[in-house]
């Protein structure tokens, strides 16, 4: 009887929501500016959209948001799903501590908060402190805050404070001791690093200018507008750096990456005892090198030489090339970085895309290893050469982000920290699959579903990836595929060429002109999920952001025929002007420019905007964006969404959700981010038929 009034109930709001009067799609007025590239015309029929201030522009944003919001909200799944979420979501969350003399600060998040809180604590068991709560900053908790750096003796706590999701902060400095900001603090603007001296005397700090990146230094006690400027002077946006002095104070060691994925960087070096000039360690090299200062040495990650990747050593008192000397050999699987603990390196690999960390002494010699649970990432190590322990973050699929503490002597590993989420993960499977791409490449993709579940070839399916940047994307706790595989439905994650799972060889074959790899390997991946009978067209789903909402909106515009809905957040998606937008030359060395004719080609091949064609049937796409993203400019999101209304011959919709204070990342309160979720997968589920 009572699945029998479900089912009544069920039909009585089907029947209300087809008879109900579908919202219209806000009409969308076209400029067609047209300019000659290279030889090519090229129309942008939405140039106009590109002044995110204009009041034209503000107004259609808020007509494009009532629409989404009375498109989106009349699933009747909704309230199901977001109180699932919830239960995900709204647990206590604890990041890795940083520990300086004997007292460990870390961020906090308790239940029934929206943001991480600052706190310490004497001791790896002592009493916990709270030093910085952002929850009564702003009405509305998007002000969150980050540590920044402690003082070697943990009395001072350098901070950043975040408003609005923005990348851009203030800087602050507390007295641990008092409980008490100091009078230091930096104005708001982008920081990509703050190292304190040892002694507490000043900071350095790297930030970056109209003009470029800069080092400064900051003597405690003084005006932010009295900050010496040490490094930088020279180099244009496409580089970001750093400086931090090594543990002792003898040292300042500035590193410059060149492009995002810092495909080639350099080492700067000054002696602060003889207050000697700043030299350069590793200059001329077009390769990648990260270096971690431990004793009276350098311990630097590096494929130079070893794709990769390999580690060497460079005394600090004597830093010239033919000096170096390589401590671990490259080997048949790829590094992904390097921390060091109690006198031993720490070299988390990336193994078939999931994580392993092991432990080697200062020649270089095996001694030890991590042991997790099942396949997953461990995204985050905190620790220094002299601390005794080593905190390393794990997480995967079903598993939550837990803190385990390695103590480097005895090799013993403990739980420090382990949320409490409402999942059984043994009711799931993981399994890690091989595709073929085009080119006859084998690429791996993870897939997450119940353990019962059947390939019927109708399995509700969200398909997501990266391929770019170097960046890995291993095993993580996901709510998306948590929702999945409770409907009886499949999480894939395909790991494209572009990324850095199998070295520098993989990201070099998915960048630049060979960029179209990544699409290819993905549209591969999807086509496998339907010949395996995994599901079908009418049931596949795909999501990226930023670089991934570039993937896929390529993938849209290039087939869709074998996509019924499409979540695409903070997208790059006009690369032909992508890089004349806030700090987007740092990405020309990943993508190229179309001011040069070469790179203007191979750009123009697959850029989805120039891609979109009148009287396609695209699928239902969901574009989420918002003015608090200053690292993608969300006019991509705001002319892609306003080409496909036009363009799209089905009657599947097209939507834009747009917030006043979203983020490219981080800093979201725990609401809002559940708030995003519920979108993007009831928009999802709504496309494929499924309700909670």
Avoid at 462 to 482: K, V
Wanted: glycine residues 8%.
């Amino acid at each position: 009887m009572k699945v029998r009034y479900l089912l009544v109930l069920c039909g009585l709001a089907c029947s209300a929501l087809a008879q109900a009067t579908p919202p219209q799609k806000p009409p969308t007025p076209t400029d067609n500016v047209q300019e000659v590239l290279h030889g090519v015309t090229v129309t942008d029929p939405y140039r106009w959209l590109e002044d995110q201030g204009s009041p034209k522009t503000r107004a259609w944003i808020d007509a494009q948001n009532a629409y989404t919001h009375a498109m989106l909200d009349q699933w009747p799944g909704r309230a199901a799903l977001e109180k699932r979420l919830t239960e995900l979501n709204k647990v206590e969350s604890i990041q890795a501590p940083v520990e300086r003399h004997g007292r460990f600060f870390y961020r906090r998040r308790l239940a029934n908060q929206e943001q991480y809180v600052i706190y310490v604590r004497q001791g790896v068991s002592g009493k916990d402190e709270v030093l910085i709560d952002p929850n009564a900053m702003s009405a509305d908790h998007s002000t969150s805050v980050e540590i920044a750096d402690v003082s070697r003796d943990g009395t001072l706590l350098a901070y950043m404070v975040r408003t609005g999701g923005r990348d851009e902060s203030d800087v602050r400095v507390m007295d641990v001791i008092a409980h008490k900001d100091l009078t230091d603090r930096l104005p708001d603007a982008l920081y990509f690093d703050v190292a304190l001296l040892p002694d507490g005397s000043g900071f350095y700090y790297a930030t970056m200018i109209a003009d470029g990146p800069r080092v400064r230094f900051h003597k405690m006690g003084t005006e932010a507008s009295a900050d010496t400027e040490i490094f930088g002077r020279g180099y244009t946006k496409e580089a970001g750096v750093v400086g931090d002095p090594t543990p002792d104070g003898r040292y300042l060691v500035i590193q410059v990456a060149h492009g995002s994925a810092a495909d080639k960087t350099e080492i700067w070096l000054q002696n602060l005892v003889t207050k000697g000039p700043i030299v350069p360690v590793v200059k001329d090299i077009d390769a990648r090198f990260f270096a971690s200062p431990g004793g009276d040495q350098l311990f630097v990650h590096t494929n130079w030489k070893a794709p990769k990747g390999r580690v060497l050593a460079i005394d600090l008192a004597n830093p010239a090339q033919e000096k170096w000397r390589e401590v671990i050999p490259e080997s048949d699987t790829a590094i992904e970085s390097v921390a060091l603990a109690a006198g031993r390196i720490l070299v988390t690999y990336v193994k078939n895309a999931s994580s392993v960390v092991k432990i080697f002494t200062a020649d270089g010699k095996t001694a030890g290893q991590m042991n997790f649970p099942t396949l997953g990432s461990s995204d985050q190590i905190q620790s220094l050469w002299d601390n005794s322990d080593a905190f390393v973050r794990f997480s995967s699929f079903a598993i939550p982000p837990t803190i385990y503490r390695y103590q480097i002597a005895s090799g013993q590993q403990t739980v420090w920290a382990e949320p409490k989420v409402a999942v059984d993960s043994s009711k799931f499977e993981v399994q890690q699959v091989w595709v073929t791409s085009k080119d006859g490449t084998k690429v791996p993709m993870f897939l997450v579903h119940g353990k019962d579940l059947k390939q019927d070839g109708v399995r509700p399916t969200i398909l997501t990836g990266y391929g770019g940047f170097t960046i890995n994307e291993t095993p993580y706790f996901s709510s998306s595929a948590i929702v999945f595989a409770e409907h009886g439905g499949v999480y894939a994650l395909v790991n494209l060429r572009g990324g850095g799972e199998f070295g520098e060889a993989w990201h070099q074959n998915g960048m630049l002109a060979k960029k179209q790899n990544v699409f290819d390997d993905f549209i591969a991946a999807s086509e496998w999920l339907i010949q395996n009978k995994y599901t079908n067209p009418a049931k596949l789903s795909i999501s990226g952001g930023s670089n991934g909402g570039l993937l896929v909106g390529a993938a849209l515009t290039q087939r869709p025929d074998l996509y019924q809905a499409v979540v695409c957040w903070h997208p790059l998606l006009d690369m032909l002007r992508y890089d004349k937008f806030m700090e987007a030359q740092f990405w020309v060395s990943e993508y190229g420019s179309a001011s040069n004719a070469d790179q203007f080609k191979w750009l123009y091949a697959y850029s989805p905007y120039q891609h979109v064609k009148p009287g396609v049937k695209y699928p239902a796409v969901l574009f989420m964006t918002g003015d608090g993203d200053t690292r993608v400019a969300p006019l991509h999101a705001r002319k892609m969404a306003a080409l496909l209304q036009a363009s799209t011959a089905s009657d599947r919709p097209v939507l834009l959700r747009y917030e006043l204070k979203a983020g490219h990342a981080g800093g979201r309160s725990v609401s809002q981010s559940i708030g995003d979720l519920t979108d993007q997968l009831g928009f999802l589920l709504w496309q494929l038929g499924v309700t909670p």
